[in-house]
């Protein structure tokens, strides 16, 4: 039987991917007692990064929250990968989203709104985060934005 | 009666704020089992941001720690709200503290102190923290300082 | 008895320093229940920091990454002064790493590499952690990187 996420993700018409392999020593996420820690993810969709680029130079506010939802979307395909059933998921406890931003760039917080909509459309109230959200010289690969992520789990 | 906490503020002449309700879809603090993790703050006063703008081209290193402190009495403010009553505090975990910076600025410790000494300062023994500082790109309302924090909590 | 993770580390011909107390109001580190959270450490060594720079201005990629793995190296360190004996640590969960880049920077995940190698060379398969990593504006006394940890300990 499919979990109340994964029925709130067919209603949003997603379909989690199967995320990637990490290319270095380090892995998708790991689980420690309640905690699931979700390593950065970036707008990698089906035929690799989706847009590259900086806020401020060349990636729109509109582009950028869409690459923060594709984070958003690859984080709960980590978190699926990990726990094997997506309702082991109690809250969301913290995004940490990263905007690559020319100095200049100050609508980082909306950029970073495509993370967090996500969340809430996927979780409910179990979506609703602490969160920070800053502007940083440069991303792996280019990408305009990269979200980190902490869920409680059971 | 008042906690240990609260009569430490009261002694440095802090009031905590009312913390703003976030504007998106994430919240101020979240409980998760004994962590308490706190949203990234700003330096907002009762006027709104204090203080716009990166160290190293407008904002000096004073303002700078004073922007961190104000930060972290908003981190407080946020756990107030979320656990009722501050001694409910264990332990400040960790700070992390984003500074926002030209690339050649170098006194990122020396501003991030302000938030680490505030702490000390309002909880003893139990407010010495890791912590983490970087200087950033840009931040939220190209406000000058960003502080997020994890407390262990009874 | 040296623990199974000390013999690892003699076999790499690496002698844990002892970590330098920190110069402001934090700490090396923090346990907290199950949690040990480590401050972002920097590629100090016995002679001070061993290489200031950019990445893409002056450091290369192979400096960076032998940069990163000192940072592990200190992190370490910074557990073992917390912890008494490194067998207490179950798992690395997470590592934070942070590159001080030009804006056109991009390899930034093979830098961090340098500390994530270490990591699993000391800790085997407990060494494999989830991870972020992004390009910053500036780091404390112009280091290339500086990388933040947390573990699972027993």
Redesign the interface.
């Known amino acids: 039987m499919a979990s109340e996420i994964e029925l709130r993700l067919q209603k949003l018409g997603i379909e989690l991917p199967k995320p990637a392999a990490p290319?270095?020593?380090?892995?998708?996420?790991?689980v420690?007692?309640?905690?699931l820690?979700?390593?950065?993810q970036l707008p990698i969709g089906p035929n690799g990064i989706a847009i590259k680029g900086?806020l401020g130079a060349g990636v729109s506010e509109a582009q950028g929250k869409d690459a923060a939802r594709l984070c958003a979307i690859n984080i709960l395909a980590q978190a699926k990968a990990a726990l094997g059933d997506l309702s082991r998921i109690?809250?969301c406890?913290?995004?940490?989203g990263?905007?690559n931003?020319?100095?200049?760039?100050?609508t980082?917080?909306q950029v970073i709104?495509g993370a967090?909509?996500l969340?809430?459309e996927a979780l409910g109230d179990a979506?609703?985060?602490?969160?920070?959200?800053?502007?940083?010289?440069?991303?792996?690969?280019?990408a305009p934005v990269?979200v980190?992520a902490?869920f409680?789990i059971a």
Chains 1, 2, 3 share one sequence.
């Open positions: 290319v270095a020593n380090y892995v998708g996420a790991v420690a007692g309640n905690l820690v979700v390593s950065g900086k109690k809250r406890i913290r995004l940490g990263f905007v931003a020319v100095p200049d760039y100050q980082i917080p709104n967090s909509d969340m809430v979506g609703k985060h602490a969160r920070y959200a800053i502007g940083v010289a440069q991303l792996p690969l280019d990269e980190e902490m409680e």
